[in-house]
């Protein structure tokens, strides 16, 4: 089978930094993807790793370790506009498979 | 400008009514998807499709049907087979095969079955 493994619900304040995982089962593997989702809008792409390392891109950062299967989404100087969901989901081929989604709540 | 337009934003059906849901894209994208979001749950694939006039199942495909005639539509049609088709619907498009992948959304359509 194949499945995705993030925490539900995290919880941070401004200015801090918080790590969100996601562990992978599938059967297929190109790449692991992160998504940010507000309620109502469409998700958005924040960030893709194909290879094992870190990506930065701006105060968001994305790690992977496929021998481990697992990879994170590090997002730094927390703002409030972050307080969204955020997916994890991974490229087996031909289809984008998505974890249930971490709901980040920031406070002031 | 270039993106995804789902509509309607809401549809109410009654039971046993089959429904349409309209995708469509002006991004010259050649794959397309449909997931399904329930509340406390992720994404969950029902159809996508690489190319024009072909489609495969995702991880929910029973209860719903795709067609994909033209490559900038991709209608998802939730049929009276479908046990409990109350849920918000996310469409999606990429480049398909080589990139990173990534996945342009529109802002979805919620179904209500009443």
């Known amino acids: 089978g194949q499945s995705l493994e993030q925490p539900s619900e995290v919880t941070a304040v401004e200015g801090a930094i918080v790590q969100i995982n996601c562990t992978y089962q599938t059967s297929g593997f190109y790449g692991l993807s992160w998504y940010q989702h507000h309620d109502g809008g469409a998700p958005t792409f924040l960030s893709y790793n194909a290879l094992d390392g870190l990506e930065e891109t701006g105060r968001f950062s994305s790690f992977l370790s496929r021998s481990d299967s697992y990879g994170y989404l590090l997002l730094q100087e927390l703002q409030m506009k972050d307080s969204a969901s955020y997916f994890c989901?991974?490229?087996?081929?031909?289809?984008?498979?998505f974890g249930a989604g971490t709901r980040l709540t920031v406070k002031p | 400008d270039g993106g995804i337009t789902q509509s309607p934003k809401y549809l109410f059906r009654k039971e046993g009514q089959n429904v349409t849901l309209s995708c469509e894209q002006n991004l010259n994208h050649d794959a397309m998807y449909w997931y399904r979001q329930d509340p406390g749950q992720g994404l969950r694939l029902i159809y996508y499709s690489q190319i024009v006039n072909d489609f495969q199942k995702g991880d929910i495909a029973e209860g719903y049907s795709v067609s994909r005639e033209k490559k900038e539509s991709f209608p998802l049609t939730v049929t009276s087979a479908q046990k409990n088709p109350t849920a918000f619907y996310l469409c999606?498009?990429?480049?398909?095969?080589?990139?990173?992948?990534?996945?342009?959304f529109g802002e979805g359509s919620r179904l209500t079955v009443l």
């Open positions: 989901a991974v490229r087996g081929g031909n289809d984008m498979r």
């Open positions: 999606a498009s990429s480049i398909g095969r080589g990139g990173t992948g990534e996945l342009f």
